[in-house]
């Protein structure tokens, strides 16, 4: 973890987004607050914190749209807070870029957790390397990925699924490693994350019709990266 992270709390609760801010502050992280989605947007791309914990819920702009709305020149982590924890908003917070998504009410020490996860997730070390899989280019370094010479819109998580599966190209991933691998903690058999993200996957590189597919289900198992 760096020495110095800075933490934006986008929460119009103001009691909650205190006891947030001043837990988090406990830990050794510098924090702000925000209380309006559309005040959000400019801040998180002036500031560019290390992490973003970002309500849905929100007066200006709901916090779906603000991630929507800064994903592409955000490059922190975003952790969206769920009133409900239905499935709906995961779901939703994963197709605007969300890195992870936590039900409310608010756990403080599970919270720290999932930032420290995102953290270590994104300050990993990774050998810069491209490789090429038949149309497929990957490249760790720029985390960038091209396919047929088209660059392909891709979010953090997304990324970092499909990065995962290119280091172990025709192997079967199993799903509670390449969790463990992209979210920085244990599965807990439940949670679908990584099957959205997945899928997500799937359409961007056309795949979900081809009976070829370059990501493949091993059912009961993980995914498996064929190739292009």
């Known amino acids: 973890m760096p020495e110095v992270v800075s933490v934006l709390v986008v929460e119009d609760d103001p009691a909650l987004a205190e006891l947030v801010a001043e837990f988090l502050r406990s830990n050794g992280f510098i924090v702000a607050i925000e209380s309006r989605g559309d005040r959000a947007v400019p801040r998180i791309l002036a500031e560019q914190p290390q992490v973003v914990v970002l309500d849905v819920m929100l007066p200006g702009l709901d916090g779906l749209a603000v991630c929507r709305a800064v994903r592409r020149e955000f490059h922190g982590a975003i952790l969206v807070l769920t009133a409900r924890g239905e499935e709906i908003d995961e779901v939703l917070s994963l197709e605007m870029g969300a890195d992870d998504f936590m039900a409310k009410p608010v756990r403080p020490r599970a919270l720290l957790a999932r930032i420290s996860a995102l953290l270590r997730r994104n300050a990993r070390e990774i050998q810069p390397k491209r490789v090429t899989l038949g149309r497929l ?77 370059i990501i493949k289900s091993v059912r009961g198992t993980g995914y498996l990266l064929a190739g292009a």
């Open 137 to 213: 280019v990957v490249d760790s370094a720029q985390r960038t990925s091209w396919l047929d010479g088209q660059a392909l819109d891709l979010s953090s998580g997304e990324f970092d699924v499909l990065w995962a599966l290119v280091e172990h190209t025709g192997e079967v991933v199993e799903r509670d490693e390449l969790y463990q691998k992209v979210r920085g903690i244990a599965w807990d058999g439940q949670d679908r994350s990584i099957d959205l993200r997945i899928s997500r996957l799937r359409r961007k590189l056309g795949d979900e019709a081809k009976p070829h597919q």
